[in-house]
Protein backbone atom coordinates (compact mmCIF):
# COMPACT_ATOMS: atom_id res chain seq x y z
CA UNK A 1 0.00 0.00 0.00
CA UNK A 2 1.57 3.37 -1.19
CA UNK A 3 1.44 5.55 2.15
CA UNK A 4 0.14 9.38 2.66
CA UNK A 5 2.64 11.03 4.29
CA UNK A 6 2.70 14.58 5.79
CA UNK A 7 5.01 17.22 6.62
CA UNK A 8 4.34 19.94 9.01
CA UNK A 9 6.84 22.54 9.29
CA UNK A 10 7.42 22.41 5.53
CA UNK A 11 9.03 26.10 4.92
CA UNK A 12 11.38 25.30 7.72
CA UNK A 13 15.09 24.85 7.47
CA UNK A 14 14.08 20.81 8.02
CA UNK A 15 10.92 20.82 6.53
CA UNK A 16 12.55 22.58 3.08
CA UNK A 17 14.98 19.92 3.11
CA UNK A 18 12.29 16.60 3.63
CA UNK A 19 9.49 18.48 1.09
CA UNK A 20 11.96 18.45 -1.76
CA UNK A 21 13.69 15.45 -0.83
CA UNK A 22 10.12 13.39 -0.52
CA UNK A 23 8.79 14.90 -3.30
CA UNK A 24 11.86 13.80 -5.61
CA UNK A 25 11.59 10.40 -4.16
CA UNK A 26 7.58 10.24 -5.27
CA UNK A 27 6.21 9.99 -2.02
CA UNK A 28 2.73 10.45 -1.55
CA UNK A 29 3.39 14.02 0.28
CA UNK A 30 1.24 16.38 1.88
CA UNK A 31 3.36 19.94 3.10
CA UNK A 32 2.16 22.03 5.48
CA UNK A 33 3.62 25.58 6.42
CA UNK A 34 2.61 27.74 9.26
CA UNK A 35 1.24 31.66 8.75
CA UNK A 36 2.56 31.36 4.47
CA UNK A 37 1.32 29.60 1.60
CA UNK A 38 3.79 27.44 -0.20
CA UNK A 39 4.49 27.67 -3.81
CA UNK A 40 4.18 23.84 -5.28
CA UNK A 41 7.43 22.40 -6.36
CA UNK A 42 5.59 20.33 -8.74
CA UNK A 43 1.86 20.69 -10.35
CA UNK A 44 -0.59 19.68 -8.39
CA UNK A 45 0.89 19.28 -5.35
CA UNK A 46 -0.46 19.13 -1.84
CA UNK A 47 0.09 21.90 0.01
CA UNK A 48 -1.55 23.31 2.63
CA UNK A 49 -1.00 25.88 5.89
CA UNK A 50 -1.87 27.41 9.32
CA UNK A 51 -1.65 27.61 12.53
CA UNK A 52 -1.88 23.65 14.48
CA UNK A 53 -3.27 25.33 17.44
CA UNK A 54 -6.68 25.34 15.52
CA UNK A 55 -7.83 22.07 15.41
CA UNK A 56 -9.47 22.82 12.06
CA UNK A 57 -6.21 23.39 10.53
CA UNK A 58 -4.76 19.70 12.25
CA UNK A 59 -7.80 17.96 10.17
CA UNK A 60 -6.89 19.69 7.05
CA UNK A 61 -3.34 17.78 7.50
CA UNK A 62 -4.54 14.84 8.82
CA UNK A 63 -6.72 13.41 6.38
CA UNK A 64 -6.32 10.42 5.18
CA UNK A 65 -3.03 10.38 6.50
CA UNK A 66 -0.76 7.27 7.48
CA UNK A 67 2.32 8.76 9.11
CA UNK A 68 2.84 12.87 9.64
CA UNK A 69 6.29 13.94 9.98
CA UNK A 70 6.39 16.68 12.37
CA UNK A 71 8.65 19.07 12.32
CA UNK A 72 6.84 21.99 13.13
CA UNK A 73 7.39 24.30 16.30
CA UNK A 74 9.28 26.92 17.82
CA UNK A 75 12.98 25.62 17.34
CA UNK A 76 14.79 28.09 19.45
CA UNK A 77 15.11 29.37 22.95
CA UNK A 78 12.32 31.63 23.12
CA UNK A 79 10.30 33.22 25.77
CA UNK A 80 8.23 30.45 27.59
CA UNK A 81 4.37 31.40 26.24
CA UNK A 82 5.36 31.12 22.81
CA UNK A 83 7.10 27.76 23.71
CA UNK A 84 3.98 26.95 25.34
CA UNK A 85 1.91 27.51 22.41
CA UNK A 86 3.72 25.81 19.87
CA UNK A 87 5.06 23.00 20.99
CA UNK A 88 2.86 22.19 23.87
CA UNK A 89 -0.55 23.46 23.15
CA UNK A 90 0.28 22.49 19.63
CA UNK A 91 1.45 19.35 19.56
CA UNK A 92 -1.20 18.18 21.72
CA UNK A 93 -3.80 18.96 19.02
CA UNK A 94 -1.62 17.15 17.14
CA UNK A 95 -1.85 14.02 18.63
CA UNK A 96 -5.43 14.65 19.12
CA UNK A 97 -5.93 15.01 15.38
CA UNK A 98 -4.18 11.85 14.61
CA UNK A 99 -6.85 9.84 17.44
CA UNK A 100 -9.37 11.78 15.29
CA UNK A 101 -8.15 10.49 11.95
CA UNK A 102 -6.39 7.33 12.78
CA UNK A 103 -3.28 8.07 12.02
CA UNK A 104 -1.05 5.69 12.74
CA UNK A 105 2.68 6.96 12.95
CA UNK A 106 4.13 10.65 14.20
CA UNK A 107 7.97 11.47 13.13
CA UNK A 108 8.35 14.37 15.98
CA UNK A 109 11.49 16.27 15.61
CA UNK A 110 12.66 15.89 19.29
CA UNK A 111 15.85 18.31 20.34
CA UNK A 112 19.39 17.41 21.31
CA UNK A 113 18.23 20.35 24.40
CA UNK A 114 16.54 17.87 26.08
CA UNK A 115 19.69 16.53 27.38
CA UNK A 116 21.83 19.71 26.60
CA UNK A 117 23.16 20.32 30.47
CA UNK A 118 25.36 16.59 30.27
CA UNK A 119 28.96 17.52 30.01
CA UNK A 120 30.45 17.13 26.61
CA UNK A 121 32.86 13.91 28.57
CA UNK A 122 29.89 12.08 29.01
CA UNK A 123 28.57 9.34 26.29
CA UNK A 124 25.13 9.22 26.72
CA UNK A 125 22.75 5.94 25.73
CA UNK A 126 19.32 6.58 24.93
CA UNK A 127 17.87 6.23 28.08
CA UNK A 128 19.77 8.48 29.74
CA UNK A 129 18.39 11.55 31.96
CA UNK A 130 17.05 14.44 30.54
CA UNK A 131 19.25 17.46 31.29
CA UNK A 132 17.10 20.32 29.75
CA UNK A 133 19.38 23.52 28.57
CA UNK A 134 16.03 25.85 28.37
CA UNK A 135 12.61 26.20 28.06
CA UNK A 136 13.10 24.54 24.60
CA UNK A 137 14.74 21.56 25.67
CA UNK A 138 11.85 21.19 28.40
CA UNK A 139 9.38 21.52 25.80
CA UNK A 140 10.96 18.33 24.15
CA UNK A 141 11.27 16.24 27.23
CA UNK A 142 7.11 17.20 26.89
CA UNK A 143 6.86 16.22 23.06
CA UNK A 144 8.41 12.93 24.30
CA UNK A 145 5.91 12.26 26.86
CA UNK A 146 3.17 12.94 24.75
CA UNK A 147 4.75 10.25 22.46
CA UNK A 148 4.97 7.81 24.94
CA UNK A 149 1.44 8.61 26.45
CA UNK A 150 -0.32 8.55 22.84
CA UNK A 151 1.55 5.01 22.29
CA UNK A 152 0.21 3.69 25.45
CA UNK A 153 -3.12 4.67 25.65
CA UNK A 154 -4.14 5.29 21.86
CA UNK A 155 -1.80 2.97 20.03
CA UNK A 156 -0.51 5.74 18.38
CA UNK A 157 3.53 4.89 16.77
CA UNK A 158 6.35 7.29 17.50
CA UNK A 159 9.76 7.61 16.60
CA UNK A 160 11.24 10.41 18.53
CA UNK A 161 14.27 11.68 16.77
CA UNK A 162 16.79 13.63 19.15
CA UNK A 163 18.19 15.99 16.35
CA UNK A 164 21.75 17.30 16.65
CA UNK A 165 22.83 19.58 14.24
CA UNK A 166 21.31 19.16 11.21
CA UNK A 167 22.68 21.78 8.32
CA UNK A 168 24.37 20.68 5.32
CA UNK A 169 27.57 21.12 6.62
CA UNK A 170 29.34 20.84 9.94
CA UNK A 171 31.05 24.47 10.31
CA UNK A 172 31.89 24.85 14.17
CA UNK A 173 34.03 22.59 16.73
CA UNK A 174 30.95 21.54 18.61
CA UNK A 175 29.36 19.98 15.11
CA UNK A 176 32.18 17.71 15.25
CA UNK A 177 30.22 15.80 17.59
CA UNK A 178 26.40 16.59 17.01
CA UNK A 179 26.10 16.87 13.11
CA UNK A 180 23.57 15.16 11.50
CA UNK A 181 24.05 15.37 7.60
CA UNK A 182 21.16 15.92 5.21
CA UNK A 183 21.55 12.71 3.94
CA UNK A 184 21.54 10.73 6.92
CA UNK A 185 17.96 12.59 7.86
CA UNK A 186 16.58 11.21 4.88
CA UNK A 187 17.90 7.76 4.99
CA UNK A 188 16.91 7.89 8.62
CA UNK A 189 13.31 9.61 7.83
CA UNK A 190 12.69 7.21 5.01
CA UNK A 191 12.90 4.41 7.57
CA UNK A 192 11.01 6.17 10.44
CA UNK A 193 8.17 5.84 7.42
CA UNK A 194 8.89 2.58 6.17
CA UNK A 195 10.19 0.16 8.72
CA UNK A 196 6.50 -2.21 10.37
CA UNK A 197 5.94 -2.25 14.47
CA UNK A 198 7.72 0.52 16.03
CA UNK A 199 5.45 1.06 18.51
CA UNK A 200 7.46 4.11 20.81
CA UNK A 201 11.23 4.52 20.30
CA UNK A 202 13.55 7.41 20.93
CA UNK A 203 17.19 7.79 18.55
CA UNK A 204 19.34 10.02 18.60
CA UNK A 205 19.53 12.40 14.94
CA UNK A 206 23.08 12.11 14.42
CA UNK A 207 25.47 10.97 11.63
CA UNK A 208 28.14 8.19 12.36
CA UNK A 209 30.66 11.12 13.73
CA UNK A 210 33.57 9.89 15.39
CA UNK A 211 33.26 12.20 18.27
CA UNK A 212 30.01 11.98 18.84
CA UNK A 213 28.15 12.22 22.46
CA UNK A 214 25.48 9.94 21.70
CA UNK A 215 25.64 6.02 21.77
CA UNK A 216 22.76 5.07 18.74
CA UNK A 217 22.42 1.50 19.29
CA UNK A 218 18.94 1.39 20.23
CA UNK A 219 18.28 3.04 16.18
CA UNK A 220 19.17 -0.28 15.09
CA UNK A 221 15.87 -1.21 15.21
CA UNK A 222 15.12 1.25 12.43
CA UNK A 223 17.59 -0.05 10.16
CA UNK A 224 19.63 3.28 10.46
CA UNK A 225 22.63 3.19 8.86
CA UNK A 226 24.55 6.65 8.42
CA UNK A 227 27.15 6.96 6.07
CA UNK A 228 28.02 11.19 6.96
CA UNK A 229 31.18 11.63 9.84
CA UNK A 230 31.76 15.41 10.72
CA UNK A 231 35.17 14.42 10.97
CA UNK A 232 36.05 14.36 7.08
CA UNK A 233 35.14 18.35 7.89
CA UNK A 234 37.56 18.02 11.06
CA UNK A 235 41.06 19.45 9.57
CA UNK A 236 39.00 22.89 8.56
CA UNK A 237 37.20 23.32 11.54
CA UNK A 238 39.85 22.67 13.72
CA UNK A 239 42.21 25.59 11.65
CA UNK A 240 39.48 28.37 13.07
CA UNK A 241 38.70 29.15 16.70
CA UNK A 242 35.75 27.88 18.57
CA UNK A 243 32.99 30.10 18.21
CA UNK A 244 31.45 29.04 21.78
CA UNK A 245 32.29 30.61 25.09
CA UNK A 246 34.12 28.56 27.95
CA UNK A 247 30.86 27.59 29.53
CA UNK A 248 29.29 26.22 26.20
CA UNK A 249 32.18 24.43 25.43
CA UNK A 250 31.81 22.54 28.85
CA UNK A 251 27.82 21.22 28.02
CA UNK A 252 26.35 19.54 25.33
CA UNK A 253 23.88 21.94 24.32
CA UNK A 254 26.55 24.81 23.95
CA UNK A 255 25.19 28.18 23.62
CA UNK A 256 21.77 26.59 24.83
CA UNK A 257 23.28 25.68 27.89
CA UNK A 258 25.15 29.20 28.13
CA UNK A 259 22.49 31.16 27.43
CA UNK A 260 21.40 32.74 31.11
CA UNK A 261 23.67 30.54 33.06
CA UNK A 262 23.05 32.21 36.34
CA UNK A 263 24.69 29.46 39.16
CA UNK A 264 24.16 31.13 42.64
CA UNK A 265 27.18 32.09 44.18
P1 LIG B 1 12.42 26.08 11.74
O1 LIG B 1 12.21 27.06 12.84
O2 LIG B 1 13.24 26.50 10.57
O3 LIG B 1 11.00 25.58 11.20
C1 LIG B 1 9.91 25.34 12.05
C2 LIG B 1 8.64 25.69 11.31
O4 LIG B 1 7.54 25.42 12.17
C3 LIG B 1 8.55 27.17 10.91
O5 LIG B 1 8.48 27.29 9.51
C4 LIG B 1 7.28 27.67 11.61
O6 LIG B 1 6.48 28.50 10.79
C5 LIG B 1 6.53 26.37 11.90
N1 LIG B 1 5.65 26.50 13.08
C6 LIG B 1 5.98 26.92 14.33
N2 LIG B 1 4.90 26.95 15.11
C7 LIG B 1 3.85 26.54 14.35
C8 LIG B 1 2.46 26.38 14.59
N3 LIG B 1 1.90 26.66 15.79
N4 LIG B 1 1.67 25.95 13.57
C9 LIG B 1 2.20 25.68 12.35
N5 LIG B 1 3.51 25.82 12.06
C10 LIG B 1 4.32 26.25 13.05
O7 LIG B 1 13.03 24.77 12.41
P2 LIG B 1 13.94 23.63 11.74
O8 LIG B 1 15.37 23.95 11.95
O9 LIG B 1 13.44 23.31 10.40
O10 LIG B 1 13.62 22.40 12.72
C11 LIG B 1 12.49 21.55 12.49
C12 LIG B 1 12.20 20.79 13.77
O11 LIG B 1 13.34 20.05 14.16
C13 LIG B 1 11.84 21.69 14.95
O12 LIG B 1 10.83 21.07 15.71
C14 LIG B 1 13.13 21.76 15.75
O13 LIG B 1 12.86 21.97 17.13
C15 LIG B 1 13.73 20.39 15.48
N6 LIG B 1 15.18 20.40 15.57
C16 LIG B 1 15.94 20.98 14.59
C17 LIG B 1 17.32 20.95 14.66
C18 LIG B 1 18.18 21.50 13.57
O14 LIG B 1 19.40 21.24 13.60
N7 LIG B 1 17.64 22.22 12.58
C19 LIG B 1 18.00 20.33 15.81
C20 LIG B 1 17.09 19.77 16.80
C21 LIG B 1 15.74 19.79 16.65
C1 LIG C 1 18.22 22.68 17.81
O1 LIG C 1 17.38 22.10 18.51
C2 LIG C 1 17.85 23.85 16.98
O2 LIG C 1 16.55 23.73 16.45
C3 LIG C 1 18.85 24.12 15.85
O3 LIG C 1 18.61 25.44 15.36
C4 LIG C 1 20.29 23.99 16.34
O4 LIG C 1 20.59 24.98 17.25
C5 LIG C 1 20.50 22.63 16.96
O5 LIG C 1 19.53 22.34 17.96
C6 LIG C 1 21.89 22.44 17.60
O6 LIG C 1 21.96 22.06 18.77
O7 LIG C 1 22.89 22.66 16.90
Given at each position: MVKKVALSGAAGQLGRVLRKALLERGVNLRSAAGSHPLEPLVDGEDVMHGDLRDPAVVDRLMQGVDVLIHMAGTSVERPLPEIIENNLR???????????????????????????????????????????????????????????????????????????????????????????????????I????????????????????????????????????????????????LAKSNPLDATAQRYQGGSFASYDYTPLT
Open positions: GLVEVYEGARRHGVRRIIFASSNHAIGMHSVEDKLALDCEFRPDGFYGLSKMWGEGIARLYWDKHGIESVCIRIGSCVEKPAEFRHLSTWFGFEDLLHMDQAINVPDIGYLVVWGVSNNTRSYWDNAGAARLGYRPRQNAEDYAAEI
